[in-house]
């Protein structure tokens, strides 16, 4: 399985609590043996990873031609279905390649003459990742060729309809929310929640919600030996595996009203509307519950535009002021992606946890807000 850069350790955790013994873990991925009906499993339980890759084989090539007649050499009559549609995907960095796509026919042309020579006819193919998709991963002189058996990635978890202005990644409000110390018995408050993307993923994970009931088709579909009681025996797993939570309180709030009408669509796509409370209001009019143990994050603006840093550093300080004021026995979080403005915070974090989002270096800072007379000490972050 792969995943964006610092979410594997929250991808493992995932795949152990399926009942999996991880292989090796790194980076970008985790790595486990397991058959088409894992790959079923594991495409429709997991929120962090981003594809679940099936390992055909691995070789050495030095150039193109290396990779065209290794694959020549698969049966690939024997996976994909003469009357159906394949796509290809690359990883690859090799110095006689300057463009992945050369690579990508490379790949395609193996498998369309191999069809052909044993059949007498070949796959259509083309870009949309709808069908059967072959992935290959080449290395400098390293090869491996997979069935990518998700398609269109994982990440996405296919409830959020309308994105909002700069949403995070659902696999990544997942790995957030799974960082933090909630576990669903306490409120969880989510000031400047945008498009609702962590109170939407709270929710779902509260209740036991998994990706794959938002999504019906997977690249593993489209292969030869797939079975559709072999989906449909998952899809009734995670039905059945959903509960109901009178007691959760997860709480939402935006100044822009649109913002919060866009957070209630998605989360109606996803069946959580009714579980979290909206409010339209600033940040620091968002109402509390006065319960110990509760949980606040907040995912402010990074400021990525000329001058608008200076304009957030004053919003970052009310964040560390409010929190110091009013969130009193919570457990507070901020995540960022401007580790300078996160020094305007003005609290002494507890712990400061590793993200991406795109490629911007992303922490999420948490902070313990002492309900009695102990002070909040100010550091430097």
Same mark, same amino acid.
């Given at each position: 399985?792969?995943?964006?850069?610092?979410?594997? *350790?929250?991808?493992?955790? %995932?795949? +152990?609590?399926?009942?999996?013994?991880?292989?090796?873990?790194?980076?970008?991925?985790?790595?486990?043996?397991?058959?088409?009906?894992?790959?079923?499993?594991? @495409?429709?339980?997991?929120?962090?990873?981003?594809?679940?890759?099936?390992? *055909?084989?691995?070789?050495?090539?030095?150039?193109?031609?290396?990779?065209?007649?290794?694959?020549?050499?698969?049966?690939? %009559?024997?996976?994909?279905?003469?009357?159906?549609?394949?796509?290809?995907?690359?990883?690859?960095?090799? %110095?006689?390649?300057?463009?992945?796509?050369?690579?990508?026919?490379?790949? +395609?042309?193996?498998?369309?003459?191999?069809?052909?020579?044993?059949?007498?006819? /070949?796959?259509?193919?083309?870009?949309?990742? @709808?069908?059967?998709?072959?992935?290959?991963?080449?290395?400098?002189?390293?090869?491996?060729?997979?069935?990518?058996?998700?398609?269109?990635?994982?990440?996405?978890?296919?409830? $959020?309809?309308?994105?909002?202005?700069?949403?995070?990644?659902?696999?990544?409000?997942?790995?957030?929310?799974?960082?933090?110390?909630?576990?669903? %018995?306490?409120?969880?408050?989510?000031?400047?929640?945008?498009?609702?993307?962590?109170?939407?993923?709270?929710?779902?994970?509260?209740? @036991?919600?998994?990706?794959?009931?938002?999504?019906?088709?997977?690249?593993?579909?489209?292969?030869?030996?797939?079975?559709?009681?072999?989906?449909?025996?998952?899809?009734?797993?995670?039905?059945?595996?959903?509960?109901? $939570?009178?007691?959760?309180?997860?709480?939402?709030?935006?100044?822009?009203?649109?913002?919060?009408?866009?957070?209630?669509?998605?989360?109606?796509?996803?069946?959580?509307?009714?579980?979290?409370?909206?409010?339209?209001?600033?940040?620091?009019?968002?109402?509390?519950?006065?319960?110990?143990?509760?949980?606040?994050?907040? @995912?402010?603006?990074?400021?990525?535009?000329?001058?608008?840093?200076? &304009?957030?550093? &004053?919003?970052?300080?009310?964040?560390?002021?409010?929190?110091?004021? +009013?969130?009193?026995?919570?457990?507070?979080?901020?995540?960022?992606?401007?580790?300078?403005?996160?020094?305007?915070?003005?609290?002494?974090?507890?712990?400061?946890?590793?993200?991406?989002?795109?490629?911007?270096?992303? /922490?999420?800072?948490?902070?313990?807000?002492?309900?009695?007379?102990?002070? *909040? $000490?100010?550091?430097?972050?």
């Amino acid at each position: 399985m792969t995943c964006s850069n610092r979410l594997s *350790i929250y991808l493992e955790q %995932e795949i +152990k609590n399926l009942g999996y013994t991880p292989v090796r873990t790194f980076k970008t991925g985790v790595e486990l043996f397991g058959n088409l009906q894992d790959c079923i499993r594991l @495409n429709m339980n997991l929120r962090c990873a981003s594809q679940v890759l099936f390992s *055909i084989k691995e070789f050495r090539a030095v150039n193109a031609d290396d990779v065209y007649n290794v694959l020549l050499d698969i049966a690939w %009559e024997e996976i994909l279905p003469a009357d159906g549609y394949f796509s290809i995907s690359s990883n690859v960095s090799n %110095e006689t390649i300057t463009n992945n796509l050369f690579a990508n026919v490379k790949v +395609k042309d193996a498998i369309a003459d191999r069809c052909r020579e044993k059949t007498g006819s /070949r796959p259509d193919s083309g870009a949309v990742l @709808n069908g059967a998709v072959v992935h290959l991963y080449w290395k400098e002189e390293a090869a491996e060729i997979f069935l990518d058996t998700s398609g269109e990635t994982l990440s996405k978890h296919g409830y $959020r309809k309308i994105p909002g202005k700069a949403p995070m990644l659902e696999s990544l409000a997942a790995a957030v929310v799974y960082a933090s110390v909630w576990k669903g %018995e306490t409120p969880f408050i989510n000031p400047m929640c945008g498009s609702g993307t962590i109170a939407i993923e709270a929710a779902l994970i509260a209740t @036991n919600r998994v990706p794959g009931l938002y999504r019906n088709n997977y690249s593993f579909m489209h292969v030869k030996g797939y079975d559709y009681s072999m989906y449909k025996k998952e899809l009734d797993a995670i039905e059945a595996q959903v509960v109901e $939570r009178s007691n959760l309180i997860i709480t939402a709030s935006d100044i822009s009203e649109d913002a919060i009408n866009i957070s209630k669509i998605n989360a109606g796509m996803a069946g959580v509307e009714d579980m979290i409370t909206y409010e339209v209001c600033d940040f620091q009019e968002t109402v509390l519950p006065a319960q110990e143990g509760s949980v606040i994050m907040f @995912n402010p603006e990074y400021g990525d535009r000329l001058g608008e840093e200076k &304009e957030l550093e &004053e919003t970052y300080a009310l964040l560390g002021d409010f929190m110091k004021k +009013k969130c009193k026995g919570y457990t507070g979080y901020i995540f960022t992606g401007n580790l300078e403005l996160a020094k305007k915070i003005g609290l002494k974090p507890k712990r400061r946890i590793e993200f991406f989002t795109s490629k911007i270096d992303c /922490r999420l800072f948490e902070y313990e807000l002492y309900a009695g007379t102990r002070d *909040i $000490r100010k550091s430097e972050v």
